[in-house]
Nanobody
Framework: QVQLAESGGGLVQAGGSLRLSCAHSGRTFFSGYAMGWFRQAPGMEREFVATISGTGAITYYEDSVKGRFTISRDNAKNTVYLQMNGLNPEDTAVYYC??????????????????WGQGTQVTVSS
C-alpha cells in the first residue's frame, strides 16, 4: 500500500513562488513509481499539471505551467517536488500528488494513477 502526503501549500502574492512536496511511504520502492501533480480549482474539474518518471529522466508538463513550474524527485528521500514560480491567481487550486507504477512511459490522465494524496491548498492573490 502506498501513502502520499503533500505539504508546502499556502497563500502567496502574484509573481511569487512556492515549493510543494509529496512524501511517499509504504512497503514499495519509490523509484518504481511515476509521480504526478494535479490540481483542482473551485468549481472545476481536476486537471493535470506535471509528471515525472521513476528515475526522473522523463518529465512532462501541462502547457500553461511550462517554463514556470518544475517537477523533480529525490528517490533517496522518497519525495517528489513541484517548484512553482511566477504564480498567478489562475494557479489557485488544491494541488494533489499521485503515484502509478512506472511502465516506461509518462502519465497525464487521472485514471492512470492508482494512489492519491489528500491535497494541499495553494492560493495566489492578485
Amino acid at each position: 500500500q502506498v501513502q502520499l502526503a503533500e505539504s508546502g501549500g499556502g497563500l502567496v502574492q502574484a509573481g511569487g513562488s512556492l515549493r510543494l512536496s509529496c512524501a511517499h511511504s509504504g512497503r514499495t520502492f519509490f523509484s518504481g513509481y511515476a509521480m504526478g501533480w494535479f490540481r483542482q480549482a473551485p468549481g472545476m474539474e481536476r486537471e493535470f499539471v506535471a509528471t515525472i518518471s521513476g528515475t526522473g529522466a522523463i518529465t512532462y508538463y501541462e502547457d500553461s505551467v511550462k517554463g514556470r513550474f518544475t517537477i523533480s524527485r529525490d528517490n533517496a528521500k522518497n519525495t517528489v517536488y513541484l517548484q512553482m514560480n511566477g504564480l498567478n491567481p489562475e494557479d489557485t487550486a488544491v494541488y494533489y500528488c499521485a503515484a502509478t507504477i512506472d511502465a516506461g512511459s509518462y502519465y497525464y490522465l487521472e485514471y492512470e494513477y492508482e494512489y492519491w494524496g489528500q491535497g494541499t491548498q495553494v492560493t495566489v492573490s492578485s
